[in-house]
Each structure stands twice: as C-alpha cells, then as structure tokens.
C-alpha cells in the first residue's frame, strides 16, 4: 500500500495499515508507507491530557463534530490503560464519541498504554503519522496523565491540557514537567458556575509561573512569544468548543508563521528516534552507535532501520 491508496481507500485502508503497523513493523513494506506518509503531512495534531475523570473523551467527541461542521477529516487515537491480563486496552471510553460510523471523514483507533509511561502507547507515533498525511486534524486522548507523562508534547503541534473545577490535587501536576507542555489549557465542566471560575483563576496563576520557560518539544526561546490561553467549557453541554477550536486555530498559524511548526517536528522526530534506538539496543547500544543525527526532512524511521544494520 502507498500514501495515495491510503487516502483513497477510507477506514478500512486505515484500519488495514494501523494492523500492518503492529504486526510488521520492521518489515519494508510499513517502513516505505510510514516515509512517504512522513514526508507529505497534511493536518494539525493535538494532544488531549489531563487527570483521569476529567471528561477528555466527552471532549474529544465534542471537538470531532465541531472539525466534521467545518469540513474537516478527523483521526483519532486514543490511549487507554491496559489489562493486566490481555494486555490490551481496558476502558471502553470510545463508547463517548458517538457519531456516524459510516462517516468515512472520521476515524479512531484505541490504543493499550500496556506497561508503558508517558500516558502514550508504543505505536502512537507511527499511527499518528500516518493519520496525519490522510486527516486534516488528529486528536490524541493520552492516559490520564501525571507529573511524568509529558510525552504528548513529543507528538502533538498543540497541546490542550485539561482540568476539572474542584480540583486541587489536579493543580498539583502543574508544579512539575506538566506545566511545559500546554498551549491551551481548560477547565472543563463549566457549568459548574464559581468552583470553575475559581479553577481557572488558580490555573491562569499556575501557568503564570511557567511563562518564558519554552515548551517541551518546542524552539526554546522562539516561542516563548505563545502565551498559554486559558478556558473554561462545559463538553457536556457543549459550551465553550468554538472557543477552543479558535485558539487551536491560531496557535497552528502561530506555528507556522513563525517557521516553528518544521522545527517542531523535526525535533519531535529526532527525540522518537533516540527513544526507539534507546529502547531497542539500551543505553550501552545508543552509546556505541554514536551520535544520532538527523537530517531536515528526513524520515526517522528510515534512519532508524540504517542505524540499527550497525
């Protein structure tokens, strides 16, 4: 399969690529569909996280029908826990996106985190590069996340770190490396009147402290100008997503007119691939093999299949 019968060919090519991809990852085959996928983008990607019950899947299912109003395709991947037993993906949260399953603009892919940290699975990079050369927005729901998992920020152009009101102990995640990743952050469930005010006023003052520090997976330095825009909604009676999806908007041109969205993801590649190369030969192997460099433009996942034929 090639890019442009992936594009053709609906969910079902999706579905038989993303299967491909988990089966025959090695195999030349997936390698030659994931570079030319990689070398043609096509959408903006944005990464939902936050605590776990904050509603990002009710959200997630509110942002898709606004992206499916204004035209746009829309890939999903959502990150889910893990069976201990089967290892496979434990919540059935894609039971909240409700929509027509025959809408072939719409497509989405649960993930098992399995014993993996950073709130992404294994493969979320790979799907997420081949959703993005078909879709024209794709949406990562990572597990609910915590002081550590920040790898959202390693695979998303913009990040929306989410909130409910209330929430004390939610605040506490933005002392730590949370409080780098978000462009966008939001207090969710609105409707509940002066408790999300009084959430929002307590995030805007967290926020605050982080400012001019740069983002984990940005130009540190050169976008520092993006101020990180906070919200409130309410996902359940939908107030507040046309605010949203207008900040997303503008943080994507931002990106863009600022020649910071290639730097962002060529430096999104580069850290995949130091991972990948880390996990599959060790430290003591990426050691050995030297510094790893990648070229502008160039696919990760060619440069990892030459490195590891050392």
């Given at each position: 399969?090639?890019?442009?019968?992936?594009?053709?060919g609906?969910?079902?090519?999706m579905?038989?690529?993303?299967?491909?991809l988990?089966r025959h990852?090695?195999?030349?085959?997936?390698r030659r569909?994931?570079d030319?996928a990689?070398?043609?983008?096509?959408?903006?990607?944005v990464?939902?996280?936050?605590?776990?019950?904050?509603?990002k899947?009710?959200?997630?299912g509110?942002?898709v029908?606004?992206?499916?109003?204004q035209?746009?395709?829309?890939?999903v991947?959502?990150?889910?826990?893990?069976?201990k037993?089967?290892g496979?993906?434990?919540?059935g949260?894609r039971?909240?996106?409700?929509g027509?399953?025959?809408?072939q603009?719409?497509?989405?892919?649960?993930?098992?985190?399995?014993?993996?940290?950073g709130?992404?699975?294994d493969?979320t990079?790979a799907?997420?590069v081949?959703?993005?050369?078909?879709?024209?927005?794709?949406l990562?729901e990572?597990v609910?996340?915590?002081q550590?998992?920040?790898?959202v920020?390693d695979?998303a152009?913009?990040?929306?770190?989410?909130?409910?009101?209330?929430s004390?102990?939610?605040?506490?995640?933005?002392?730590?490396?949370?409080?780098?990743?978000?462009?966008?952050?939001?207090v969710t469930?609105?409707?509940?009147?002066a408790p999300?005010?009084?959430?929002?006023?307590?995030?805007?003052?967290a926020l605050?402290?982080?400012q001019?520090?740069?983002?984990?997976g940005?130009?540190?330095?050169?976008?520092?100008?993006?101020?990180?825009?906070c919200?409130?909604l309410?996902?359940?009676?939908?107030?507040?997503?046309?605010?949203?999806i207008?900040q997303l908007d503008k943080h994507f041109?931002?990106?863009?007119q600022?020649?910071l969205?290639?730097?962002?993801?060529?430096?999104?590649?580069?850290?995949?691939?130091?991972d990948?190369?880390k996990?599959r030969f060790g430290r003591?192997?990426?050691?050995?093999?030297?510094?790893?460099?990648?070229?502008p433009g160039?696919?990760?996942?060619?440069r990892?299949h030459e490195?590891?034929?050392?």
């Amino acid at each position: 399969m090639n890019l442009q019968a992936l594009r053709d060919g609906g969910k079902a090519a999706m579905a038989r690529a993303l299967a491909d991809l988990e089966r025959h990852g090695q195999s030349d085959t997936v390698r030659r569909l994931l570079d030319e996928a990689h070398a043609h983008p096509l959408g903006q990607v944005v990464g939902f996280t936050g605590p776990p019950g904050v509603g990002k899947s009710t959200l997630l299912g509110r942002v898709v029908a606004a992206y499916r109003q204004q035209g746009h395709g829309v890939g999903v991947i959502a990150v889910d826990p893990s069976s201990k037993r089967s290892g496979g993906a434990l919540l059935g949260d894609r039971l909240r996106l409700r929509g027509d399953a025959a809408d072939q603009k719409v497509f989405v892919r649960s993930m098992a985190a399995r014993d993996r940290l950073g709130g992404l699975a294994d493969l979320t990079v790979a799907a997420m590069v081949l959703m993005r050369a078909v879709y024209d927005r794709v949406l990562i729901e990572t597990v609910g996340v915590g002081q550590s998992e920040c790898d959202v920020a390693d695979v998303a152009d913009s990040v929306v770190f989410c909130v409910q009101p209330g929430s004390g102990d939610s605040l506490q995640f933005m002392k730590a490396g949370i409080v780098e990743i978000p462009h966008i952050a939001v207090v969710t469930k609105a409707d509940m009147g002066a408790p999300a005010r009084r959430t929002l006023a307590d995030l805007k003052g967290a926020l605050s402290l982080a400012q001019g520090g740069g983002r984990k997976g940005q130009a540190t330095g050169s976008s520092d100008s993006w101020q990180v825009q906070c919200l409130t909604l309410s996902a359940g009676e939908g107030s507040g997503i046309d605010d949203l999806i207008t900040q997303l908007d503008k943080h994507f041109d931002f990106l863009s007119q600022e020649d910071l969205l290639d730097h962002t993801r060529q430096s999104q590649a580069r850290g995949w691939l130091e991972d990948s190369l880390k996990d599959r030969f060790g430290r003591e192997g990426l050691r050995r093999i030297g510094p790893v460099d990648l070229a502008p433009g160039q696919s990760p996942f060619a440069r990892m299949h030459e490195l590891a034929q050392r």
